[in-house]
């Protein structure tokens, strides 16, 4: 029998059946797949700062930004076979005049992204702003003062503060050109970026930095209309989102998603042997690493050919303290490699036989961003141990160990620390003499005269060639016998892009040229 | 009137629960290694200027003193400004640094309420998914105790209960967005997105339900007053959804309050996964970045939500059946 309850349910079944037919279902699937001619979508390893002022960071993926909002006075493509090529762009050309005073040519007709017109005054506020000493990001040498000669010429000047003009020759493709008027007004400088790039700041939508072509860019507006650089923190996200259509390019992936990419068509891998150098760096200032012979010791127990292997695709063999693709490498003929009688030898020299009388040496690691270093840190503690270094192994999320990285009054944290060192130029003083002379020493904490004299002859060369010469005779078999840090290895940048992503170039420290890139 | 006084009593209760939370996290976050002012005034920074700025912010005063300035402002509904995220974008670690130039960072309150939403929403359909798998299933096994629908209801809970989210998540990804093609899957551009984090979160919650349903449903059918219901003439599907459901349902009610906070742990993990833009992305970032004021503000709110949930749960639980205590 139907009763007054069936036939409301009834009704509601029917209700709802012919409702189901009247929806749209579109909104539950395929709805946000890749379309065509849209924005490119990169998804990053790290998040930017917020603050869009490029001297108060250090932060690789805010690098990245930059690269495609401003401009530069050169590029540098640091190709492995061409590490020293520099690319003029919004500078026609650089001559030295004398040892402190270099010419630079500027391009004429360039416009910042707000229409003021790109002149020799924006050079001369971006390097007499960016070189003070409380610049938080600290790429520049040293004071440096910017004489104009006129709107489209001026004059790199370091007399005052006694070094070469010439180090700025490869720093160039490192520097930012920003806006005098932006500089003028920090509160406007830090909310947005405003460049002469290819491509314009648009906004910061939650994890997301939008960017929109520059249809008046000096070298034709880039095909691609957009570019939206996302922030996701998981190397596994990153490469489903590449996988499933939501992304077209990734950076940072490990030997297994790599392995998993190649095996699908539509995607390309690159590999570049990149700027990055990966150090196990020792606190110098204090014991017992202040001991050269120790630290020998040290570089001498670890075989840096299973760390490689352990590493996989994202590590190249390297033998000296910069990258193969820096000014000036060479593979050092006494970079100290695996040698455990060596070892011994500098532990007896030293007053501890076998390790014996050594206190417990930390040694912090990372997890999360850079790829495999809890295993190979695991590794090179196992090493140190067999030949008697007593290793505490300290693995610590990025802000944890970001927090103990840098040397501090009476020694940084713990013995041990390791760190890669990712700068977007050919030059090697970004590395070496941050991070060796002793007025910088940023995690070492060294202080060594002999360090820092074959540093400051190599900065005070008077040309290219002899500054070759100099790093590589002088400075790199220097730093590599006193071994403040051990060079690992060179990281080798991994993306993944589309196939549909076509003319596109990665510098070695993961920026990206997409001028000529077509996205079909 | 009971009603009234449930309410006053239970809202009482609720904030000092939210009270001895924040205390809680207050003093975790302090006490964890990891320096935030390191982190905002970036490593580079030399030790004077780390200290100057944490000195500025209070954050070299006893925590008690801090906690109090804490509390001052939030009755007040001010929950601080992030740490790291300024309003004009956002931030985690990498050697940034706060100086005159920097813009206004953003409020924390901004911050949830912008996020919620988009939890809220994930949670919902989790709830929503979560019942729609449950109740069949469940029900079935509950009014066929020791035949096959019984055991049905018993592999599917065993199933569910032991796969992992983090790994379900992927396989879903793999599955259904990248060689099916069905859903979207990463980020979040429209509601679709919501539907397989959802989906991986329902099953994480479902297992409970529907052992829930099945041992209480069973239970109440050998109650004596089902036994006279059908003696009364009462037909079985009358008898089932007007009289043994409804009995059924109560500790059901209390056990969707408590899984509130198993979905709520669950959102971290799936959100991070699914690069999906809610409140649990928003504390994984906040974690790794220490930005407290963001972590405390989210702790709170989640204290608050849970407290509030409780408090309907147990007034639902009283409606269905007045013999319950409140």
Redesign the interface.
């Known amino acids: 029998m139907i009763n007054r309850r069936d036939v409301m349910l009834g009704g509601l079944a029917g209700a709802a059946a012919f409702g189901f037919g009247r929806v749209n279902p579109d909104?539950?699937?395929?709805?946000?797949?890749a379309a065509e001619g849209k924005a490119l979508r990169f998804l990053g390893a790290?998040?930017?700062?917020?603050?869009?002022?490029p001297t108060?960071?250090?932060?690789?993926?805010?690098l990245i930004v930059e690269g495609f909002v401003f401009g530069y006075l050169t590029r540098a493509p640091m190709k492995p076979d061409k590490p020293d090529e520099l690319i003029f762009e919004l500078a026609e050309s650089m001559t030295p005049i004398d040892a402190s005073t270099m010419e630079v040519k500027l391009r004429k007709g360039v416009k910042f992204h707000d229409g003021t017109p790109f002149t020799a005054a924006d050079v001369k506020a971006t390097y007499e702003y960016g070189c003070q000493p409380?610049r938080?990001?600290?790429w520049y040498p040293g004071l440096v003062t910017i004489d104009v000669v006129d709107d489209f010429t001026c004059r790199i000047n370091t007399k005052a503060h006694a070094y070469p003009a010439a180090l700025y020759y490869y720093l160039s493709s490192f520097l930012p050109i920003m806006s005098a008027k932006d500089i003028a007004n920090?509160?406007q400088?830090?909310?947005?970026m405003n460049g002469t790039g290819p491509y314009k700041y648009v906004e910061?939508k939650?994890?997301t930095?939008v960017l929109t072509a520059n249809a008046d860019f000096f070298l034709g507006a880039p095909k691609i209309p957009g570019v939206e650089y996302?922030?996701?923190?998981?190397t596994?996200?990153r490469t489903?989102?590449l996988?499933?259509g939501?992304?077209d390019i990734i950076e940072r992936l490990e030997q297994e998603q790599v392995e998993t990419i190649s095996k699908d068509a539509r995607f390309n891998i690159h590999k570049a042997v990149s700027v990055e150098n990966k150090y196990l760096f020792f606190r110098c200032s204090k014991k017992p690493f202040d001991d050269p012979r120790i630290r020998l010791a040290a570089c001498h127990s670890i075989d840096r050919k299973q760390v490689l292997e352990v590493l996989g695709v994202s590590g190249t063999y390297s033998k000296a303290h910069i990258s193969p693709v820096k000014f000036g490498y060479t593979e050092v003929a006494d970079y100290p490699e695996f040698d455990p009688a060596k070892a011994q030898k500098l532990l007896a020299e030293a007053g501890f036989p076998k390790g014996q009388g050594l206190p417990e040496l930390t040694y912090y690691t990372s997890v999360?961003f850079y790829p495999k270093t809890k295993e190979y840190a695991e590794l090179i503690t196992g090493m140190l141990q067999e030949q008697g270094f007593k290793v505490n192994l300290q693995t610590?999320?990025?802000?944890?160990w970001?927090?103990l990285?840098?040397d501090?009054?009476g020694g940084g944290e713990g013995n041990m620390i390791d760190c890669g060192w990712c700068t977007g130029s050919p030059e090697p003083d970004l590395v070496l003499r941050t991070h060796f002379h002793s007025s910088s020493k940023?995690i070492t904490g060294i202080v060594d005269k002999d360090i820092d004299a074959v540093l400051d002859k190599e900065r005070n060369a008077t040309s290219i060639e002899e500054r070759k010469k100099i790093l590589q005779t002088e400075t790199l078999p220097t730093i590599a016998k006193k071994a403040p840090a051990l060079a690992l290895f060179t990281s080798v940048f991994i993306h993944a892009y589309s196939k549909k992503l076509d003319g596109l170039y990665i510098y070695p420290n993961g920026m990206q040229d997409m001028t000529k890139a077509t996205l079909a | 009137m009971l009603i009234l006084e449930f309410l006053v009593k239970r809202i009482a209760q609720g904030l000092l629960i939210v009270f001895i939370t924040s205390l809680i996290i207050f003093t975790l976050l302090r006490v964890v290694?990891?320096?935030p002012v390191?982190?905002i005034?970036?490593?580079?920074?030399p030790?004077d200027v780390v200290e100057k700025v944490a000195t500025k912010m209070g954050l070299r005063d006893p925590i008690i003193v801090q906690y109090g300035r804490y509390m001052r402002g939030l009755l007040q509904g001010d929950l601080g400004q992030s740490y790291?995220?300024?309003r004009?974008?956002?931030?985690?670690?990498?050697?940034?640094?706060v100086?005159?130039?920097?813009?206004d960072m953003a409020l924390v309150t901004d911050l949830i309420l912008?996020r919620l939403p988009f939890t809220l929403q994930l949670g919902g359909m989790a709830l929503l998914f979560a019942l729609l798998i449950s109740f069949p299933v469940g029900i079935a096994g509950g009014l066929h105790q020791h035949r096959w629908r019984n055991a049905l209801a018993f592999g599917m809970q065993s199933l569910f209960v032991s796969i992992p989210n983090f790994w379900l998540a992927?396989v879903l990804?793999?599955f259904l967005?990248?060689k099916l093609?069905?859903?979207?899957?990463?980020?979040y551009?429209?509601?679709?997105?919501v539907?397989l984090p959802a989906l991986v979160l329902a099953v994480e919650i479902a297992p409970f339900i529907i052992r829930t349903l099945t041992t209480s449903l069973g239970e109440v059918m050998q109650a004596p007053f089902i036994d006279e219901a059908r003696v009364r003439g009462l037909s079985r599907r009358r008898i089932v959804y007007s009289h043994a459901l409804r009995n059924a349902a109560v500790p059901l009610v209390n056990l969707l309050g408590i899984q509130l906070s198993t979905l709520i742990g669950g959102v971290l993990v799936i959100e991070?996964?699914?690069?999906y833009?809610g409140l649990g992305n928003l504390t994984?970032?906040s974690v790794?970045?220490?930005d407290f004021p963001v972590i405390q503000g989210i702790a709170i709110t989640t204290s608050a939500v849970f407290v509030f949930i409780n408090i309907i749960v147990d007034l639902v639980a009283y409606l269905i059946d007045p013999r319950v205590e409140i």
Not at chain 1, 230 to 234: A, I, L, P, Q, R
Not at chain 2, 189 to 193: D, R
Request: hydrophobic share 40%; charged share 15%.
């Open positions: 909104f539950l699937v395929n709805s946000a797949f790290e998040a930017l700062s917020g603050n869009w002022d108060t960071h250090t932060n690789l993926g805010q409380d938080p990001a600290q920090k509160a400088l830090s909310a947005r910061q939650g994890d930095t996302h922030f996701v923190g998981d596994t996200t489903l989102s996988l499933n939501s992304a999360g610590l999320e990025v802000a944890a970001g927090n990285l840098y501090k009054p940023r | 290694p990891g320096d390191r982190l005034v970036g490593g580079m920074a030790p790291l995220r300024p004009s974008g956002m931030i985690a670690a990498g050697g940034q640094y100086d005159p130039t920097k813009s912008e992927i990804i793999l967005s990248i093609k069905l859903l979207p899957a990463l980020g551009q429209g509601f679709s997105y539907i991070y996964i699914f690069d833009p994984v970032v790794v970045g220490r």
